[in-house]
C-alpha cells in the first residue's frame, strides 16, 4: 500500500467514522485502525484529526457548492433555475447519504463553522443570489432577500434529507420513501417559486 | 436531599448532558456524579438511562406539542394562526434553547424515534392540519396537504434554531442575532402564507 492509498483510505475511513460519531467521537486509534494504517499515519499525512477532519468537511461542501453552482447556472427561466437547485440539492443527498448526518454532528457539536469551509457555505448563498437577482431583472420573480430565498431552500433540503426517514416511519406516509423524498423535492421548489411568484 | 429532588435532578442533568454529548456519549456515571446522585439513582428512578432519556425527550416534545397546539387554536384568520404557530415555535426555542441540540444527537445518531415520543410529534402535524383545513373551508388559504405544510414551518424553525447562531457569524449578516432572528421568524410564517395564498 503506497503513500497516497494510505492517505485516501484515511479521508474515506475518517469520512465515515465522523459521521457515525462526531469528532470527538471518532477517535484517532478508530480511525487508523480501519484503515489499516499505524496510529501515526494520520499526523504525518494531515497534521492532525481536527486537520482530517477539515479536510473532510472541505471535500464534501466543495462537492456541493459546486453541483449547486451548475444547477443555477443561467439556462432558462429563474423558475426552472430554482427548481433545478432544489433538484441538484437532493440528487447530492442521495448520491452521499452521510452529508446530512456529518454537517449534523458538526452542528450538534456547537463548535463554529471551521474557517476553511465557510468559502464552500458562501459560494451556495451566491448561485442562489444570482437566480433570484437575474429573475428579478427579467420579472419573473418578485424582489426578495436571496439569503432568506437561500435559506428556505437549503434548510427544507438538508432537514428533510436529515430527517425524513424516520420521520417518514412516525408519520405513517402513505407512499414509498422514494416517492415520498421525490413529492418533497417538488415541494420545496414550489415554496420557493411561489415565494418568489410576482404579485398579481 | 429526599426523592423527588434527586428525580429532578437527574432529570436536569441528564437534558443537559444528553444535549451536549448525545445519548451515548452522556454516561451514567457523568449525569449521576452532575445531579450528586449514586450510581445506581437512575435504575432506581428510571429503570435505566434509556428510560432517562426517553422521558427527557417526552417532557421536552410534550411541551412543544402544548405550544403548537394553543398557538393552532382557532381564534382568528387562518393566515394568522400560521403566523402564530411559528412564532410558538420561535419562543419555543428561545426558551429551550438546548431542545435543537437534543433533536440533533437523537437525529445524528442515525436512530429511530423512541415510540412514546411519537404521539408529541404527531400532535405537532395535527394542530397545524387543523389550520389548513379550516382556512380552505373559509377560503382564507387554498387546498394543499397539510403534512407539506406542516413540514415547511417546522423544518425551517428547527434548522435557524439549530444553525441560526453559526449561519450568522458565517454570511456576515449585518443585523445583530436577536433581529436577525425576528426576520427569519417573519420570514418563515410569509413562506408558509404565500405558499398557502389562494390562487389570484
Known amino acids: 500500500m503506497n503513500e497516497i492509498d494510505t492517505r485516501t483510505r484515511l479521508m474515506l475511513e475518517g469520512r465515515r467514522l465522523f459521521a457515525e460519531k462526531g469528532f470527538r467521537g471518532a477517535s484517532v486509534r478508530d480511525i487508523t485502525r480501519a484503515a489499516s494504517a499505524n496510529l501515526g499515519a494520520i499526523t504525518y499525512h494531515f497534521g492532525s484529526?481536527?486537520?482530517?477532519?477539515?479536510?473532510?468537511?472541505?471535500?464534501?461542501?466543495?462537492?456541493?457548492?459546486?453541483?449547486?453552482?451548475?444547477?443555477?447556472?443561467?439556462?432558462?427561466?429563474?423558475?426552472?433555475?430554482?427548481?433545478?437547485?432544489?433538484e441538484a440539492l437532493f440528487a447530492f443527498f442521495r448520491r452521499n447519504p452521510d452529508a446530512p448526518r456529518l454537517?449534523?454532528?458538526?452542528?450538534?457539536?456547537?463548535?463554529?463553522?471551521?474557517?476553511?469551509?465557510?468559502?464552500?457555505?458562501?459560494?451556495?448563498?451566491?448561485?442562489?443570489?444570482?437566480?433570484?437577482?437575474?429573475?428579478?431583472?427579467?420579472?419573473?420573480?418578485?424582489?426578495?432577500?436571496?439569503?432568506?430565498?437561500?435559506?428556505t431552500i437549503i434548510s427544507q433540503s438538508i432537514w428533510f434529507n436529515l430527517v425524513g426517514r424516520p420521520l417518514h416511519a412516525v408519520l405513517g406516509v402513505a407512499d414509498d420513501p422514494e416517492s415520498f423524498a421525490a413529492r418533497i423535492q417538488v415541494h420545496v421548489a414550489e415554496v420557493a417559486n411561489r415565494f418568489l411568484a410576482p404579485e398579481a
Chains 1, 2 share one sequence.
Open 49 to 86: 484529526k481536527r486537520a482530517l477532519y477539515v479536510e473532510v468537511l472541505e471535500r464534501l461542501f466543495s462537492d456541493l457548492a459546486a453541483c449547486v453552482e451548475a444547477a443555477a447556472a443561467p439556462a432558462g427561466p429563474a423558475p426552472d433555475r430554482i427548481e433545478a437547485v432544489v
Open 103 to 151: 454537517m449534523l454532528h458538526q452542528f450538534a457539536a456547537g463548535e463554529p463553522v471551521p474557517e476553511p469551509v465557510i468559502p464552500f457555505l458562501r459560494r451556495n448563498l451566491a448561485a442562489i443570489r444570482a437566480v433570484v437577482l437575474d429573475g428579478r431583472d427579467t420579472g419573473e420573480l418578485r424582489p426578495a432577500d436571496p439569503l432568506l430565498v437561500a435559506f
